[in-house]
């Protein structure tokens, strides 16, 4: 059974930092994972989508990298903004299921 | 285009009674998902439809829910005999085409209270 987990839970940083969000995952066999951001009483948008063929997705300051053999991804924020601040999800979908399974998320709060 | 539309926004209801959520999903999207995400907890997933036809109906916690799709665009949770347990934010998500390999696009939830 997938399981998904999200370290660390929150994290606050000062404006400007450069940080890195991690998601592992049990089983290997992914189809693909994204990541997402949840705004406080709002749905999810998605950030980034990758491949299990794949090993990096880039968009903007975000930078996502996948790491099959080690049931890791990666989701690196560059100069952070404290309009990044939110809730980070990540989900992977499980080859042969085709249903995304979610870690509990990583709250970020952006300082100014 | 409109992204996916969910209502009611908010729900409120007493513990027995039935309620339905509705998911209008982007135009077009064959895939649709529905999520119970509660408190401090990621999306927890339902089921998933392609097309008119449930393909994964595992994640439905019993027989008290349950979903439809007849025209395989809108679809409704419908949820019977509620109990306090149900409370959540009830999301729903639709993709382009084949599950897993399009991106997931969520609406923005319903919260139900059951009282």
């Known amino acids: 059974k997938q399981e998904v987990t999200q370290i660390p839970a929150a994290l606050s940083v000062p404006e400007g930092e450069n940080l890195v969000l991690n998601c592992s995952f049990t089983?290997?066999?992914?189809?693909?994972l994204q990541w997402f951001r949840q705004d406080p009483g709002k749905g999810l948008t998605s950030l980034l989508l990758?491949?299990?063929?794949?090993r990096e997705q880039t968009s903007g300051r975000l930078n996502a990298s996948l790491d099959k053999s080690s049931g890791r991804s990666t989701l690196y924020i560059a100069a952070s903004q404290p309009g990044d601040s939110a809730t980070y999800l990540c989900?992977?979908?499980?080859?042969?299921?085709?249903?995304?399974?979610f870690g509990t998320g990583t709250r970020l709060k952006v300082l100014a | 285009g409109a992204g996916v539309s969910q209502t009611p926004s908010n729900k409120v209801t007493e513990k027995g009674k039935y309620v339905e959520l509705r998911c209008d999903p982007i135009?077009?999207?064959?895939?649709l998902y529905w999520y119970r995400q509660s408190l401090g907890q990621g999306p927890e997933f339902l089921i998933y439809?392609?097309?008119?036809?449930?393909?994964?109906d595992s994640g439905l916690p019993n027989d008290r829910f349950f979903a439809v799709r007849p025209e395989g665009s809108v679809s409704t949770l419908k949820i019977q005999r509620t109990e306090r347990g149900d409370s959540a934010v009830y999301l729903c998500?639709?993709?382009?085409?084949?599950?897993?390999?399009?991106?997931?696009?969520f609406g923005p939830g319903t919260r139900l209270l059951v009282l």
């Open positions: 135009s077009g999207h064959t895939a």
């Open positions: 998500a639709s993709s382009r085409g084949l599950a897993g390999a399009e991106t997931q696009y």
């Open positions: 989900a992977a979908a499980t080859s042969g299921t085709y249903k995304y399974i």
């Open positions: 990758i491949q299990s063929s794949q």
């Open positions: 089983d290997s066999a992914i189809y693909n």
């Open positions: 439809f392609q097309g008119t036809g449930a393909a994964d």
